[in-house]
């Protein structure tokens, strides 16, 4: 059984940073994309950023290029989002993912999904 588990999301302001944290466990990750994705209230579920499981290919959407890092502790097995200038814009559920079948950058193609761990930005 796999199951990933976010944690690290809260309140913080405009302007300020947070660390997502995705713990993996029950399968061998090596040779999976994890993905990040958020989704804000009455919004579609949207990519924010994927890696490689070697950390070595990494994507971004163009909202957060720039602010957001994706990284991967293999021996932890655990994928990290380091969230800085954050924007009450970013406020949303963020999830992360694993496994896609098609596309790196496609919510449906995924087929494991953490609980998600609430950002609020506030203004």
């Known amino acids: 059984q796999v199951q990933l588990v976010e944690s690290g999301g809260g309140l913080v302001q405009a302007g300020g940073s947070l660390r997502l944290s995705c713990a993996a466990s029950?399968?061998?990750?090596?040779?999976?994309?994890m993905g990040w994705f958020r989704q804000a209230p009455g919004k579609e579920r949207e990519f924010v950023a994927v890696?490689?499981?070697?950390?070595?290919?990494?994507f971004y959407a163009d909202s957060v290029k720039g602010r957001f890092t994706v990284s991967v502790d293999n021996a932890k097995n655990t994928v990290y989002l380091q969230m800085n200038t954050l924007k009450p814009e970013d406020t949303a559920v963020y999830y992360c993912?694993?496994?896609?079948?098609?596309?790196?950058?496609?919510?449906?193609?995924?087929?494991?999904w953490g609980q998600g761990t609430l950002v609020t930005v506030s203004s």
């Open positions: 890696t490689s499981w070697s950390g070595v290919t990494t």
């Open positions: 993912a694993a496994d896609p079948d098609g596309s790196w950058r496609s919510a449906h193609d995924y087929n494991f």
């Open positions: 029950g399968r061998s990750f090596s040779n999976y994309p």
